[in-house]
């Protein structure tokens, strides 16, 4: 039996395995397909990082140049020092989806919309239609929280949910504190109910680990030669030491600007903890039997154009 939800296309992986650009030559050459019913393609991002204005070098956060035209939605949306939640995000990718799908066009199916990233919670809270508990901001929790550090509250998160604990970010302050504060609300982290509101192809890029390991390395050397520490200069001067500014490409420089370590070893702590996180990135994905992995562009080409015949 048909389905007559929208289709929506994913592209995930580990990060710096080459998701941006797969997207943008996808969408290029899709855009120049003879398929019936198909009028082009528009990406969404789902990246925890990218969406938050200033922070440019460090999420690798692509460019106008290399858009290539392909009109990208999701970037640059909110400040540094606003929280943001799970929750949030889901809401507006929901929003500009359904844009992208209402544009007018002369076909029945229009533009289709691609979700781009490598944060698990922004893409499996839109693939699965993840309904969100109510609950409201426990603020005196977050501010007792917030003067803990990132293994403090791991060992909190622990003790009140282990069965988190074992799939969180630990680098990621902010999702810790949001884990406590729903694991103290709820008396664990609840069950999510699902509701998919569309009819989704997830297809992932899969590198060995050595090439995954040169990826990053030679990523991270172009951050630093264009100029991520004064980025994180200027982030530190206008907001201080915030939680998102504790995570991985940020978080290294602060024993650099205390005088207590060298750029070259802050430029291999990076390396190692986006290794690190790149691993527990495919940990996520690995459980998920419905992703189709590929090695090569012609791979993906094969598999969207059979899904949207």
């Known amino acids: 039996m048909m389905s007559n939800k929208a289709k929506l296309i994913v592209i995930l992986g580990p990060t710096a395995s080459g998701k941006t650009e797969l997207a943008v030559k996808l969408a290029k050459k899709l855009a120049l397909s003879k398929i019936e019913g198909f009028n082009g393609v528009e990406i969404v991002s789902a990246d925890s990082r990218q969406i938050y204005k200033e922070m440019n070098i460090g999420t690798g956060k692509i460019t106008k140049k290399e858009m290539e035209g392909i009109p990208h939605y999701l970037l640059d949306v909110v400040s540094p020092k606003r929280h943001f939640s799970v929750s949030q995000y889901q809401k507006l990718v929901y929003k500009n989806i359904s844009k992208i799908l209402k544009k007018p066009t002369v076909h029945t199916q229009g533009k ?3 979700l781009v990233g490598g944060s698990p919670f922004y893409i499996y809270s839109v693939v699965e239609g993840w309904l969100f508990p109510k609950m409201k901001p426990d603020w005196k929790l977050r501010k007792e929280l917030e003067k803990k550090s990132k293994e403090e509250l791991f060992l909190i998160l622990k003790k009140v949910d282990r069965e988190r ?7 990621n302050k902010r999702r810790l504190i949001r884990a406590i504060e729903i694991a103290k609300t709820f008396g664990r982290i609840p069950k999510l109910k699902k509701k998919p509101q569309f009819l989704s192809l ?16 030679k990523r991270v050397n172009k951050m630093i030669e264009l100029g ?3 980025e994180v200069g200027k982030l530190v001067k206008k907001y201080g030491w915030i939680p998102l500014l504790q995570t991985i490409g940020y978080g290294e420089w602060l024993p650099y600007f205390e005088g207590r370590v060298n750029k070259k070893e802050v430029e291999e702590k990076i390396k190692k903890n986006t290794f690190q996180f790149a691993k527990r990135q495919m940990t996520w994905f690995k459980r998920d039997k419905r992703i189709k992995w590929i090695k090569n562009y012609r791979e993906a080409e094969i598999l969207i154009e059979n899904f949207i015949k």
């Open 165 to 171: 604990a074992k799939t969180i970010e630990k680098e």
């Open 228 to 230: 991520l520490e004064k």
């Open 202 to 217: 997830l297809i992932g890029i899969k590198k060995r680990r050595e090439e995954l390991k040169k990826r990053i390395s």
């Open 112 to 114: 289709i919309p691609f």
